[in-house]
């Protein structure tokens, strides 16, 4: 009965192939994050120790690898004071805790996930859109606390709600995106246009 | 209603899809208010910002796909094992300490919305990270319930018969859960977040969840068609090959621009161009079975949707994803209305739909017909005008959205340098914002189409059986 | 290493790739369709949407810069597709045939039976 089977159709050949297919997928799927996690460790090449903040940051072509990466500068303390590895750390953690207590993923992207209702985050602290890099700190702390009153929404009307974010808050939240911008996201966002260095 | 006819499973099934439905109304009608403030941005704003009127539209799908899947599970539960459920009563306790988390969450999310950024926020309030919002004490109620549904999954099938679908039904089931705890952690670290988020997200739509509505298929093929169970069982087997063979590494396409290594540029082209591969599989072996045995279905509207399934994973999985899953590509769609366009073609084709397949064969024996056929539904003009109101609703968002995603990655991210003026440059061309106005028309066809799907749903098959107990009566 | 798809590009990649899974598809059906219904001249048909899947593959390869490593892609995407509707097709016949030598009359017995059940059903309810 089952002699006329050919193996390559049998419910039992396929069965065993699922599992086989299965399982080593799954085993090359943790064979490549036990290799990519070391290389996105926070201090890593490709995402910089949060210390970076004290750092100047920008983004620039390269020719080897076809597109824009982050390059860090010279010492460019985040609001003029340089901090620790661990004071930034902790400046840093709040900022990334406050992004998501107040659900900002609900209106931007960061690293190009989240939702399209607003601009992508990913290298925010690089956008023209805060003037020049002299004006920019204070710029998006005044943004941050008054987004109504600091509108720039180029005509769309679309405006960012106040979402009550204190000075102290602010801050931090600035903290975060600029160490965020310094991570190596392998050319994305294409062909973007960095913050002049002077108004 | 009375549901004493049915078995236990089928009776715990009935509340879950209850459930299913009010969450799938509540998601369109946020869908409807984020779409709106598109168009009209003061609208709403201060009282239901769009971050939160979007969690809701989102989180509101994933919630009532997932109680739809449970209840599919219970629905087929006792007759696949050939046994009674093990474990009604925990089930039931399961049922409504789930309900009651979701009640609970859902109003926190309306009427707290954000918090301070503290760990005491993430427990209580808000996630903020997309799909995954749900604070962190309800992750932890939801696994529990998780590991109800399981405990009685596994042991009623052990208490009665293992079968092929039953076996695979249950290890993907702990795949489910499991790949659900790689979302459970707070990381400063926003590469290694997003590295473990998408295996929540892309693990579950793209490779457990897939199965899951495999075993659905085949076993509702088996019911409606009559297909032999030695048959679905070795496509089941073929699917989850073919399906897991390039959906788990597939997971490499969200891996190109989020500080991975560059290797993850080969790794989820490669694999991720296959991954139409068994939609291609499926859609011929369902041809060939229709026509190698003539479909003497008896329940059309359940029969019209699967096909609707097998269609809407095809284009919203196959053909969409496939669109712009390149990296040579996705470095100007990533993140654009690009990826909502094929989000919404794929989570209402692939899933909705054949969930909406399980509430009709439910529907059936919950009214005690022998079919769902012109015999008992009549012209059945409600469930057709559902059908096709909801499906032409759906296709035109999408397309509407394609516009608008193929105008912002020109604009936005290939003139514009994807800075903050570029993306508003974007938002004001006048394709963008048509596009957001033919999403807002067709997202009304899909209310409509909502609606009647309620009203069909609520009525349908019991006309005639209040017309049959008529008829009985006066017999006796 | 990646070359980013020119501007003007944009919407022959788009269509290009939509049409090379569709094709796809459109093949592997027409393909089993002639089989099923023993129709040769469908056949032509089935090659034909091949061809356009070649096209396609070919728009595509260039229009998004598949050199060098990428090269390969397109030849899996060729040689794959081209072979996968057989494969399929013989799939199809093998797990069927396997089937009907063993027990052909099944499927209709076990729908009948669970009408037959849920008509009972309703009539107690009625009753
Ligand atoms: C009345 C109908 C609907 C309207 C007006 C609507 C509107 C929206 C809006 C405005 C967004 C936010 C997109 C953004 O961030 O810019 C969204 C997201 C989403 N919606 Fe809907 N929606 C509707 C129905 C549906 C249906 C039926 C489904 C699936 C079953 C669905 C699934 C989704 C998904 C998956 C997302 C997230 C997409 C992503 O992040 O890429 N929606 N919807
Ligand atoms: C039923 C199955 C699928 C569902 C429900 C689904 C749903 C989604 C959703 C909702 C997103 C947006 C995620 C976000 O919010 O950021 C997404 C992204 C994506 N999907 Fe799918 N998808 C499915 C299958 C596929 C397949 C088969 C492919 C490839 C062939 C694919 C390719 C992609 C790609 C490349 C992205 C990233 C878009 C971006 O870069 O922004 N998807 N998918
Ligand atoms: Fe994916």
Known sequence: MSSNIPWWSSETFWKKTAIWVTGFMFLVLIALTVDTLPQISVGSERVPAYSVINKHISYEFNDERNFQVPVIGGDDPLFGKMLSEEEAEALVTHGKKITQGRNCMGCHTLLGNGSYFAPDLTKAWLDPAWSSEGEREQMMIDFLMHPQDNARSFGSGRTMPDLNISEEEARAVIAFLKWMSSIDTNGFPYSFTVIDKEG | MSLAHLNGGQQLAVKYYIVAVVLFVAQILFGLLSGIQYLEPDFLQGLLNFNITRTVHINAMIVWMLYGFIGSVYWLLEEESETEIVGLKLGNLGFWVLTSAVTVVVLVFLFIQTGPGDDFTRWFINEGREYIEAP????????????????????????????????????????????????????????????????????????????????????????????????????????????????????????????????WFSIGGLFSALEPVPLVAMVVHAVYDSGVRHSKGNNNPALAWLIAHAFGNFFGAGVWGFMHTLPQINLFTHGTQWSASHGHLAFFGAYATIIIAMFYIAAQYVRGQSSFGPAT???????????????????????????????????????????????????????????????????????????????????????????????????? | MIEPVELKDFFIVFFSGAMIIMSGALYALLFAWSRLQSKPWMMATAYGSYGILFISVLTLGSAAHLNGFWWWLVIAMLVGYLLAP????????????????????????????????????????AI
Not at chain 2, 180 to 194: C, E, H, K, P, R
């Open chain 3, 86 to 125: 057989h494969g399929i097709w013989k799939l199809c016949v093998g797990t069927h045939t396997a089937d009907e030598n063993a027990y052909p009359p099944v499927s209709a017995e076990e729908t009948d039976n669970s009408e037959t059940s849920l008509k009972s059903n309703s009539q107690k309810e």
């Open chain 2, 377 to 476: 539904l009549g012209s059945g003009w409600k469930w057709k005008w559902a059908l096709g109101l909801l499906n032409l609703g759906v296709v035109g968002m999408t397309v509407a959205l394609l516009i608008s995603g193929y105008e912002q990655s020109f604009i936005e991210r290939a003139v514009g340098g994807s800075t903050w003026m570029g993306y508003f440059a974007a938002q004001i061309h006048p394709w963008f914002i048509q596009g957001m106005e033919w999403r807002m028309v067709f997202g009304l066809v899909t209310t409509a189409g909502i609606v009647l799907l309620v009203w069909d749903l609520l009525t349908i098959g019991k006309s005639r059986v209040v017309e049959q107990s008529r008829v009985t009566q006066t017999v006796s």
């Open chain 2, 136 to 263: 962190r004490w309800a992750d932890i109620g939801i696994v529990i319930c998780m590991l109800i549904f399981f405990y009685n999954v596994a042991a009623t099938f052990s208490k009665g018969k293992w079968s092929g679908i039953a076996g695979v039904l249950t290890l993907d089931l702990v795949a489910l859960a499991g790949i659900y705890l790689a979302g459970m952690f707070y990381t400063t670290n926003i590469s290694v977040d997003q590295y473990w988020w998408w295996w929540v997200i892309h693990l579950w739509v793209e490779a457990t969840w897939e199965v899951l509505v495999g075993c659905l298929m085949a076993w509702g093929l088996m019911k409606t068609l009559g297909v032999s169970r030695k048959i679905v069982t070795t496509w089941l087997y073929i699917e989850v090959a073919l399906m897991f063979g390039s959906g788990i590494l597939g997971i490499g396409h969200h891996y190109f621009w989020i500080g991975t290594p560059e290797y």
